[in-house]
T-cell receptor, first 113, second 112 residues
């Protein structure tokens, strides 16, 4: 069966520090991968998605970036965090087939102070 | 933005009652999906309805889709305290895009 891992679960970082969140998927190959951000009590904002290694589509211009160095690894990064980067970050995968049903990881709660 | 919108934003009902949540979207879709999120957790897929379907059932869940009105509804029958969560619709728009767009969610509280 497929599983998706995200770490860390929680993170507190000072403004201006770098960020690296990692997401890995097991049990499937060539998945579509997604990074979402969710502000407190709000819906999900799609940040990046990837349909293959090295292929990244950015949805919202910001100081975040994403990379996909391996088929089942998706990394969200920032060189300098802003206060507004605080939120709940969710990684998800889908098979890329017609339905695009999303399977979510447990999320990372990021607080920027 | 093509984001869907759910209403109500919040809903509080007694255990055993039915809960209905609505979702509207703006452009043609390939399918529409409903997800559930418990507080502080990732989302869990509940049900998917394709654009050529009008109604779909899964256990205590019933989803309808009206493409002429660009709207969908999720009905949870005989609600339980464990149904307390936020519910989101997500639509895959026509055009071959490899992504779905989530709505703003309905926060459901089921009181025991």
């Amino acid at each position: 069966s497929q599983t998706i891992h995200q770490w860390p679960a929680t993170l507190v970082q000072p403004v201006g520090s770098p960020l690296s969140l990692e997401c890995t998927v097991e049990g499937t190959s060539n998945p579509n991968l997604y990074w979402y951000r969710q502000a407190a009590g709000r819906g999900l904002q799609l940040l990046f998605y990837s349909v293959g290694i090295g292929q990244i589509s950015s949805e919202v211009p910001q100081n975040l970036s994403a990379s996909r160095p391996q088929d089942r690894q998706f990394i969200l990064s920032s060189k300098k965090l802003l206060l507004s980067d605080s939120g709940f970050y969710l990684c998800a995968w889908s098979s890329g087939l017609e339905g695009l049903q999303q399977f979510f990881g447990p999320g990372t709660r990021l607080t920027v102070l | 933005s093509q984001q869907g919108e759910e209403d109500p934003q919040a809903l509080s009902i007694q255990e055993g009652e039915n809960a209905t949540m609505n979702c509207s979207y703006k452009t043609s879709i390939n399918n529409l999906q409903w997800y559930r999120q418990n507080s502080g957790r990732g989302l869990v897929h509940l049900i998917l309805i394709r654009s050529n379907e009008r109604e779909k059932h899964s256990g205590r869940l019933r989803v309808t889709l009206d493409t002429s009105k660009k709207s969908s509804s999720l009905l949870i029958t005989a609600s339980r305290a464990a149904d307390t969560a936020s519910y989101f619709c997500a639509s895959r728009f026509s055009g071959g895009y490899q992504k779905v767009t989530f709505g703003t969610g309905t926060k459901l509280q089921v009181i025991p």
